[in-house]
């Protein structure tokens, strides 16, 4: 029933756009223009088609979502929320071998405080905030979001090169605001070991 409605407006609506393509043809053929000039313009609307497509393909190619993409979630149960209960948190390999790094942002830190990562691998990372407005700023990265309450933040980036980086809090969220940090070890990609391996090779050298 509603469908039907949408798309007889869905309909309508074309039906106009087409209808106004038409009289502006006819109206742009009653006016003179000059033939240099007609190429030109044809010039210009050939090459602003071409950015649209290309605008639309890397969209699709990339994953790329408009900010409506919203993921919601109760920020005062975290605790008891099973993807971002405490256990859950920092590092870990999805089902199909992706790192997926979650953390929640708190007044005055992220946690877990630290955590290690290797270079030039894709990370997800899904942020949450536990209490107010955060943000979340690492240099060097394109990794630069606010993080809302009630909502999760997620950014996919890759640390080029091994080190240390500093995650900072970019969102004045009170007293402790410019003391809001924790940092990042960047490990070499052939030196990282995923937390499962930790926690085995752990179980090892207990033996
Ligand atoms: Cu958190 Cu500023």
């Known amino acids: 029933m509603q469908i039907t409605a949408i798309l007889q407006k869905c309909h309508d609506l074309l039906g106009q756009f087409f209808d106004f393509l038409r009289d502006f043809y006819v109206q742009m053929q009653s006016v003179h223009v000059d033939h240099l000039e007609r190429k030109w313009i044809n010039i210009t609307l050939l090459i602003i088609g071409m950015m649209v497509v290309i605008i639309t393909i890397d969209a699709f190619l990339h994953n790329i979502n408009p900010p409506s993409k919203v993921e919601t979630i109760d920020s005062a149960r975290l605790h008891l929320s099973k993807e971002f209960a405490e256990s859950n948190l920092g590092v870990q390999l999805d089902d199909k071998g992706a790192i997926v790094v979650r953390m929640v942002a708190g007044r005055y830190s992220f946690f877990p405080k630290h955590i290690s990562v290797p270079a030039e691998t894709k990370l997800t990372f899904r942020w949450v905030s536990m ?3 955060h943000g979340v700023h690492i240099p060097m990265t394109n990794m630069s979001t606010m993080i809302v309450p009630g909502y999760v933040a997620e950014i996919t980036t890759s640390f080029p090169k091994p080190g240390e980086y500093p995650v900072l809090c970019n969102e004045y969220c009170g007293l402790g605001h410019n ?10 990609k052939e030196d990282w070991k995923a937390p499962s391996d930790i926690l085995a090779s752990k179980e090892l050298s207990h033996e």
């Open 131 to 133: 209490d107010v407005l």
């Open 179 to 188: 003391h809001m940090w924790s940092n990042i070890s960047v490990i070499a």
